[in-house]
């Protein structure tokens, strides 16, 4: 009989960057200005050493923007997130990248 003591996950998945962001993950708001993305993404793959996920969400919200004549597109009500498959690559993140963008 084969024993296994320390599963890594990204052994059995073989990828590191998801589509979105399962449950069991720690997940934070990716603040990170558009044109740094790229640098960012970089930055995380360099320093962390679990699975991360990416996903937006709508923000709801109670005001109708067109009822108070103002115009609000979809895109202003997102927020992106992302998720460290490690609590501490997301402690990491946040303490150490995500605070240039505060």
């Known amino acids: 009989m084969i024993e ?3 599963i890594n996950p ?3 998945h073989g990828q590191r960057i998801l589509r979105c962001i399962p449950a069991h993950f720690t997940k934070v708001i990716y603040n990170v200005p ?3 993305r790229v640098e960012a993404l970089d930055w995380i793959v360099q320093n962390t050493n679990g699975r ?3 996903e937006n ?3 709801a919200s109670n005001d109708n923007p067109l009822n108070s004549g103002q ?3 979809i895109l202003d009500n997102t927020k992106t997130y992302i998720g460290f498959e ?3 690559d997301a402690t990491k993140f946040n303490m150490f990248y ?3 963008f505060l």
């Open 4 to 6: 296994v003591n320390n």
């Open 34 to 36: 558009g044109e740094l």
């Open 10 to 12: 990204l052994d059995w």
């Open 52 to 54: 991360i996920g990416f």
């Open 86 to 88: 490690n609590p501490s």
């Open 98 to 100: 995500a605070v240039k």
């Open 57 to 59: 969400s709508v923000i």
């Open 71 to 73: 115009f609000t597109t």
